[in-house]
């Protein structure tokens, strides 16, 4: 199957450059780039909607935590999937440490 690469939030395109960085009970996790500015990075993460998933990821997304705490990577846009019941959102990427650590 062949992998999406490319994907646009609000206009914005962005290409995948890692696949598989994580992987949760809800998802696949990708690192990605801005097509138009290399040096700014972020998350996608692939997701099914299972259970009102999009509803609360555009729940967050209403609440601007994305915007608001710049060390949160918290969803700030969704696009649609190739496939029927899947979404992707947009997430800021954080340098930093895990929680844990």
């Known amino acids: 199957m062949r992998r999406v690469r490319n994907l646009s ?8 450059i890692e696949h598989d960085l994580g992987k949760g009970g809800q998802g696949l996790v990708h690192k990605a780039r801005r097509r138009d ?3 700014k990075f972020a998350i996608i993460k692939e997701m099914q909607d299972d259970n009102g998933a999009r509803r609360r990821v555009e729940y967050l997304i209403d609440q601007r935590l ?8 918290a969803p700030i846009a969704c696009a649609d999937g190739r496939k029927r019941g899947q979404f992707f959102y947009l997430a800021t990427f954080c340098e930093g440490v895990s929680v844990d650590s």
Do not use: T, V
């Open 9 to 16: 939030f609000a206009g914005n395109a962005f290409e995948i």
């Open 37 to 39: 500015d290399a040096s």
């Open 66 to 73: 994305g915007f608001d705490q710049p060390l949160l990577s």
